[in-house]
């Protein structure tokens, strides 16, 4: 609704859309395979074609070539040089806080004592989509159960995982990804108000 004031606020507003967007999708075209021996699988490859058939239809829409790093922060005013400059420290501390209760090495997840609560269940959620089938989706630790939140959070997370990465990085990554765009279109929504 707001046109965009700078490329940090494009870049954070593309990102929490397209997770949303990208996410539901391919937890619809799993669903859509849930009948198959890996659903994860086929969601992933209808998604992969479908924006690849999208990113050529749209092709039609050229974007300047982006300007070298120098001449960019040249350009750049007082304000959007502080900007960079919380945004660098948004991304350090959202990047000490999740890898600090959320860890894997050695083949062992490490959770922070005040976290293992939270993360015993949602874990579990996020592995049950990662090496199982968990479509229709429910809770694997109570048989029947609906899952009533952080649903699609979990289910990128397993994706990731499904795709390559380990539980506690793509758990990491989201979370880092989705602190640091929340809090940048907050300071974006300042920047615009006053």
Known sequence: FLTFISWPHRLAAAFIVGALASTWFTYLASLAFADTSNPMLWGNLVFIFSAAGFLIYERKTVLPAPAGIRSWLAGLDRADRWDLFLIAIFLIIATWMMFGTFGYSDGTLRIANHQWSD????????????????????YPHFTGDRIRYHFLYY????????????????NNLLSILSMVSMLVLVMTLGRALF
């Open 155 to 170: 289910f990128q997370a397993g994706n990731l995982e499904f795709l390559g990465l380990n539980p506690a990085l793509s």
């Open 119 to 138: 993360f015993g269940s949602t874990v579990s959620i996020m592995q049950s989509f990662a090496e199982g089938h968990n479509f229709p989706t429910e």
